[in-house]
C-alpha cells in the first residue's frame, strides 16, 4: 500500500506550458504539504493545508496555485512554466500539523526545456 | 543567515565506521527535531524524532538534542553500505509549528 502517491512521477515539457501534479495519502493525516527540492536538495516548503484549508503559503510565484480538494488530496498546478521550475516537487502529509513528522510521496520530477 | 545550518558534506567513511552528522540553528523555539533519510531519487523518510533535549536510540542510530548549544547530531554506529544518502536534519516549534524547516542535507557514502 502506497501512503504518500504522485502522479506523474516525470513531466518534461516546454516553457510557457501549464501543467498539474498530483498527490494523494491513504494514512488518514489532516496537513498535507508541498515541498521543492532543487539540483542541491535543499528541500523548501511550498504550501501546506490542513483539513483543505491553506496554513502555510511561501514566498512562492502566484504561477503556483495549489488546490485540496479533500483532505486526502492535494494537487499543483503551475502556469507559464520557467526554466527555473526544474526540480523535484514532493508531496507530504502528517497527522496534525505543529511539529508532527511527514511522509513524503516519491516525488515528480519536472523539467523545463 | 539560515535557522537551519547543517554539516555540508560530502562524506565518505569505510564500511564499519561511526559516522556523526550534525545540524546547529538559531530559533531557540524549535522543540521538535528530526532527521529523514534520502536514497538517491526517493523521497526523503523518517529515520528519528525526538521532543526537547536528550538523546534516543534505535538500533545503530542515535540522535541528540542540546536544546542549550542550539546542535543536533545524528550517529551512526557500524556503519553500513546501504547507510550510503543523503541525511536531512529538519526542526520545528514556535512560531515555525505547523512547519518543518530543512537542513540542506548531508551527502554520506559508505564504502564496503
Known amino acids: 500500500d502506497t501512503a504518500v502517491s504522485q502522479t506523474p512521477k516525470y513531466l518534461v515539457t516546454q516553457m510557457g506550458n501549464d501543467k498539474s501534479i498530483k498527490c494523494e495519502q491513504n494514512l488518514g493525516h489532516d496537513t498535507m504539504y508541498w515541498y521543492k527540492q532543487d539540483s542541491k536538495k535543499f528541500l523548501k516548503i511550498m504550501f501546506s493545508?490542513?483539513?483543505?484549508?491553506?496554513?502555510i503559503n511561501e514566498t512562492v510565484p502566484n504561477r503556483f496555485s495549489p488546490k485540496s480538494p479533500d483532505k486526502a488530496h492535494l494537487n499543483l498546478h503551475i502556469n507559464s512554466l520557467e526554466l527555473g521550475d526544474s526540480a523535484v516537487y514532493f508531496c507530504a502529509s502528517s497527522l496534525r500539523a505543529p511539529g508532527e513528522t511527514q511522509y513524503f510521496g516519491p516525488g515528480t520530477r519536472l523539467l523545463v526545456l | 543567515q539560515k535557522e537551519v545550518e547543517q554539516d555540508p558534506g560530502p562524506l565518505s567513511v569505510p564500511e564499519g565506521a561511526i559516522v556523526s552528522l550534525n545540524c546547529t540553528y538559531s530559533?531557540?523555539?524549535?522543540?521538535?527535531f528530526m532527521w529523514y533519510r534520502q536514497y538517491s531519487r526517493k523521497g526523503p523518510e523518517l529515520l528519528m524524532y525526538t521532543y526537547s533535549s536528550g538523546n534516543k536510540e534505535d538500533g545503530r542510530f542515535t540522535a541528540q538534542v542540546d536544546k542549550s548549544s542550539k546542535y543536533i547530531s545524528l550517529f551512526i554506529r557500524d556503519s553500513q553500505p546501504s547507510d550510503s544518502a543523503t541525511y536531512l536534519c529538519a526542526m520545528s516549534g514556535g512560531t515555525n509549528a505547523g512547519k518543518s524547516t530543512f537542513g540542506d542535507g548531508t551527502t554520506l557514502t559508505v564504502k564496503p
Open positions: 530559533n531557540s523555539a524549535f522543540q521538535y
Open positions: 493545508y490542513n483539513n483543505k484549508e491553506l496554513i
